[in-house]
T-cell receptor, first 114, second 114 residues
Framework: KAGVTQTPRYLIKTRGQQVTLSCSPI?????VSWYQQTPGQGLQFLFE???????NKGNFPGRFSGRQFSNSRSEMNVSTLELGDSALYLC?????????????FGDGTRLSIL | AQSVTQLDSQVPVFEEAPVELRCNYS??????LFWYVQYPNQGLQLLLK??????LVESINGFEAEFNKSQTSFHLRKPSVHISDTAEYFC????????????FGTGTKLQVIP
């Protein structure tokens, strides 16, 4: 099976712009989670989607949003970009929502804000 | 809500020496515990997990972790490290049963010195 695929791998934007990141989960996985990883804050949970519904949300401003499509692929959008949004954004998928299921991560999208 | 603490942000160790990466969690109910590894420019990969049963769990590359309920710990150990073990290691905890959010520790960077 192919792993979790995130596109693009690298992205450079300027302040005030918006960006959309894409994630294709492992085939058969219906849950997709998004994380922001920075050197200072570690891994911060953004949100989790299952069957096109947001199931859980982290403590991020409304500029961060996401959605999931019927084929389980997911996108996250960040509007009005700020310098502090520079980070590695990781997507993870799992089969369902049972807490005993480990997450499978993509290699991330590295977003740099100039 | 559960929490997880990785006290050591960086651990330098000489090649072929043993290593222990510490992880402590906080929860009043049953938990599932995970260790993930992240190599440079990659996403996280599951290293091992404790769900139930034997408190000692092993990975295919020589790491092991022991669930200690009384000390609420899940430390990761390897008797002899290799250069290729240089990576960042994340401990994660989830409450057991149904849908529960996964909480990640802040990570420990293992630097193996030749």
């Amino acid at each position: 099976k192919a792993g979790v695929t995130q596109t693009p791998r690298y992205l450079i934007k300027t302040r005030g712009q918006q960006v959309t990141l894409s994630c294709s989960p492992i085939s058969g996985h219906r849950s997709v989670s998004w994380y922001q990883q920075t050197p200072g804050q570690g891994l911060q949970f953004l949100f989790e989607y299952f069957s096109e519904t947001q199931r859980n949300k982290g403590n991020f401003p409304g500029r961060f949003s996401g959605r999931q499509f019927s084929n389980s692929r997911s996108e996250m959008n960040v509007s009005t970009l700020e310098l502090g949004d520079s980070a590695l954004y990781l997507c993870a998928s799992r089969e369902g929502l049972d807490s005993n299921q480990p997450q499978h991560f993509g290699d991330g999208t590295r977003l740099s804000i100039l | 809500a559960q929490s997880v603490t990785q006290l050591d942000s960086q651990v330098p160790v000489f090649e072929e020496a043993p290593v222990e990466l510490r992880c402590n969690y906080s929860s009043s109910v049953s938990v599932y515990l995970f260790w993930y590894v992240q190599y440079p420019n990659q996403g996280l990969q599951l290293l091992l997990k404790y769900l139930s049963g034997s408190t000692l769990v092993e990975s295919i590359n020589g790491f092991e972790a022991e669930f200690n309920k009384s000390q609420t710990s899940f430390h990761l150990r390897k008797p002899s490290v290799h250069i290729s073990d240089t990576a960042e290691y994340f401990c994660a905890v989830s409450l057991s049963g149904g849908y529960q959010k996964v909480t990640f520790g802040t990570g420990t960077k293992l630097q193996v010195i030749p």
